[in-house]
């Protein structure tokens, strides 16, 4: 696509490919398959009106991209997964014989890193790893005054990322604090550092020695992109980073349905942007009377 081509979604006017100066990201990148389609709806629509980048980008199994087009605003540019793994497909790494749902979790992982790294980027450009379950609830700055990269904490703290993490790289935790955040915003330059960290150490291309690692030992979770990323920049270029307290919040599932257009949803993420500035609708939450009322409480008391 031409670098000049421009598209609308919504009132936001998208220039593709470069990032001209007032733009702050050259990508944000979403991984989505069709079980997440209703948070991606939602999602879609609001990540290009708060977060400014010159690309949008979906990438989905191949079989589901014309479907994701039907939902999808225009100004996202949508791909298949094969395009960011060599070719291969689930297929592909179902022989491995993880455990059910193993592949698609490692995969979606392995997904959003290869299109972080892509040989199209500006190796200056900031890309923005961004899940697609999470919808931004007002205007997001990820670059502070002295050109840091402004990142988001979590809470969790599972060991066995972190001994995954120090087989690969002989990398251990750098802060007190976790990377899952549902998204992070990254220098080009230092994912491709990092890609190349990893393909050296074990002599293999990325998604091959990620599941290299997996050991069994666990039912899923023995590898996060974002704290084996996140450790990885901070342990590197920690002077380009910054982390900000804001809140955010994970489970607006248990007090509704992500629904784009739903009263109640919109209600919900309207009360949400009172206090934080993001909201995931993770798929196995249930809504519930108790759950919205929970949310509430939170949302309402500091």
């Known amino acids: 696509m031409p670098s000049g081509f421009r598209t609308s979604c919504g009132n936001h006017l998208v220039k593709r490919i470069h ?12 991984v989505c398959e069709k079980r997440g389609g209703e948070a991606w709806k939602l999602a879609a629509r609001r990540v290009p009106r708060c977060i400014r980048a010159s690309e949008y980008l979906l990438v989905c199994p191949d079989e589901q991209v014309l479907g994701f087009r039907a939902i999808t605003p225009a100004c996202w540019v949508i791909r298949p997964e094969s395009e960011f793994l060599g070719g291969r497909d689930k297929a592909d790494f179902d022989k491995i014989g993880l455990y059910p749902g193993g592949v698609g979790w490692y995969l979606q992982q392995i997904v959003k890193l290869q299109a972080a790294v892509d040989s199209r ?13 999470t919808v931004p609830l007002r205007t997001l700055n990820f670059i502070d005054e002295d050109g840091r990269l402004i990142h988001f904490a979590g809470q969790e703290r599972h ?10 790289l002989g990398l251990r935790r750098q802060v007190d604090y976790s990377f899952i955040a549902q998204c992070l915003a990254v220098r080009v330059s230092w994912v491709r550092e990092f890609a190349a960290a990893i393909e050296n150490a074990s002599a293999q291309e990325l ?9 069994g030992r666990v039912k899923g979770g023995e590898f996060s992109e974002y704290e084996m ?32 257009g739903g009263i109640w949803c919109n209600l919900l993420l309207g009360l949400l942007a009172t206090k934080y500035c993001y909201a995931s609708f993770e798929r196995w939450h249930r809504p519930s009377l108790s759950g919205a009322l929970g949310i509430l409480r939170k949302t309402l008391h500091s």
């Open 121 to 133: 980027l500006d190796v200056s450009g900031v890309v923005l790893i961004w899940d697609a379950d």
């Open 19 to 30: 990032a001209p100066s007032n733009l702050e990201f050259v990508r944000v990148v979403c």
């Open 207 to 215: 998604a091959s020695a990620v599941f290299s690692q997996w050991q």
């Open 229 to 260: 990323l996140g450790n990885f920049a901070m342990s590197r270029h920690r002077d380009g980073m910054i982390k900000t307290d804001a809140p955010w919040i994970r489970d607006a599932g248990l007090a509704a349905r992500p629904k784009a």
């Open 159 to 168: 060991l066995p990322y972190f001994e995954t993490m120090d087989r690969m």
